[in-house]
């Protein structure tokens, strides 16, 4: 029995590895192309150095100095951003500066829905185009890491899992 596992992977073990690593492959390509757009390097002054209301009608940074930043952006209407957004509760806040922007909102109404429905617990800021345009936002939900210099190390588009976050936000930091 031993003999015939081991021949089994023989076989099969490198075309199941071969696949995996196509899979990796496909995936980054995908991931790399639909972030083409987000803003890359230093955040806008304006971003790094001007408060953004909150949905809870205050102010707040959208980075910190003390912790890498992860940006999530969403639009109330988007589905994909619907399944993802709780995802994002899980990230410790110890290590990270969780912040979310709602961007594409007619009324602070719709906003605050969306995140009643979906249990998002993050500091919610209110963006309008400017910071649209600012980030190169161009599809819902996307994501960034911003460094403790205000620099961002890493930007994405899609769904992403708990562990994907998990992953990302610690590979952003190394």
């Known amino acids: 029995m031993l003999e015939k596992i081991k021949s089994f992977l023989a076989k099969r073990g490198f075309r199941w590895l071969r696949d995996l690593m196509l899979l990796l492959v496909l995936v980054y390509a995908v991931e790399y192309w639909q972030s083409r757009h987000l803003t890359k390097g230093l955040l806008p002054e304006f971003l ?3 408060s953004l209301p909150t949905l809870e009608a205050h102010t707040r940074s959208l980075w910190s ?3 890498y930043t992860v940006l999530y952006v969403f639009a109330p209407w988007c589905g994909v951003c619907r399944g ?3 995802n994002l509760n899980s990230l410790p806040k ?3 500066h969780v912040v979310s922007l709602a961007l594409s909102w007619r009324e602070a109404k719709e906003v605050e829905e969306f995140v009643q429905s979906t249990g998002l617990k993050t500091p919610i800021l209110m963006g309008k185009e400017r910071e649209e345009a600012a980030l190169g936002i161009q599809s819902y939900p996307s994501y960034l890491v911003i460094d403790r210099e205000g ?3 890493k930007a994405w588009s899609g769904y992403t899992t708990t562990v994907g976050l998990f992953f990302k936000g610690y590979w952003a930091q190394l």
């Open 48 to 50: 790094r150095t001007e």
């Open 151 to 153: 620099r961002i190390v």
């Open 65 to 67: 100095p003390d912790h």
């Open 84 to 86: 993802s957004a709780a």
């Open 94 to 96: 110890d290590q990270f």
